[in-house]
């Protein structure tokens, strides 16, 4: 099956830094999203990006299929945004990368 | 728009116990899956329904675990006898189609004892 690679496994950051989270796949792919999985567990959607580059506030992404990756840019990184960063792709169903753990210090 | 509801949110059992899990997707998505996330780990697939079909379930293991979902709406997934190795985080999730935006509810988390 497709295999997911993201990278770094984990970050840590002074609030105020940017930081690029990576996220490889083996295969093509029909859809790509990027989640935030907060401290109690709930999977926030971020993007719906199976390919293209999409804005929202400080977060952004980009996913270039033709190479089989993606990026999610988070700028002036704040406290709150702590927690795991999954990649997740669709061939013939989701598959998700072990994720990006996001700590940011104040 | 109400999110994927999930119940219960916690549930502590005694091994060999049976389980229920109930998941409400959001209104109008025909296509409904359960995960499992293990702890640090991201989530994988059990079972993908569209409408009242389950069109993957080759990841369920089906000498204990079970699925319905009666009428294409809302779904249950059963656990029957429950093992140690099972305690995890059980997650459903919507979406309108296979390929659009999943949303995922706040998930069950199974301890068993």
């Known amino acids: 099956g497709i295999q997911v690679e993201q990278s770094p496994p984990d970050l840590i950051l002074q609030e105020g830094a940017n930081s690029t989270l990576r996220c490889n796949f083996s295969d093509s792919v029909n859809n790509l999203q990027w989640f935030h999985q907060n401290p109690w567990g709930q999977l926030i959607n971020l993007f719906y990006?199976?390919?293209g580059t999409k804005q929202n506030g400080r977060l952004s992404a980009t996913t270039v299929a033709t190479e089989r990756y993606s990026l999610l840019y988070i700028s002036s990184s704040q406290t709150t945004d702590s927690g795991v960063y999954f990649c997740a792709v669709v061939r013939y169903d989701m598959r998700f990368g072990a994720g990006t753990r996001l700590t940011v210090k104040p | 728009e109400a999110g994927v509801v999930q119940s219960p949110r916690y549930k502590i059992i005694e091994k060999k116990q049976p389980v229920a899990f109930w998941c409400n997707p959001i209104?109008?998505?025909?296509?409904l899956y359960w995960y499992l996330q293990n702890l640090g780990q991201g989530p994988e697939l059990l079972i993908r329904y569209e409408n009242e079909e389950a069109v993957d379930d080759s990841q369920l293991p089906k000498d204990r675990f079970s699925a319905e979902r009666l009428k294409g709406v809302d779904s249950t997934l059963k656990i029957q006898p429950a093992e140690l190795g099972d305690s995890a985080v059980y997650l459903c999730a919507s979406s309108m189609s296979r390929n659009n935006e999943q949303f995922f509810g706040p998930g069950t988390r199974l301890t068993v004892l």
């Open positions: 209104s109008g998505h025909n296509t």
């Open positions: 990006i199976p390919s």
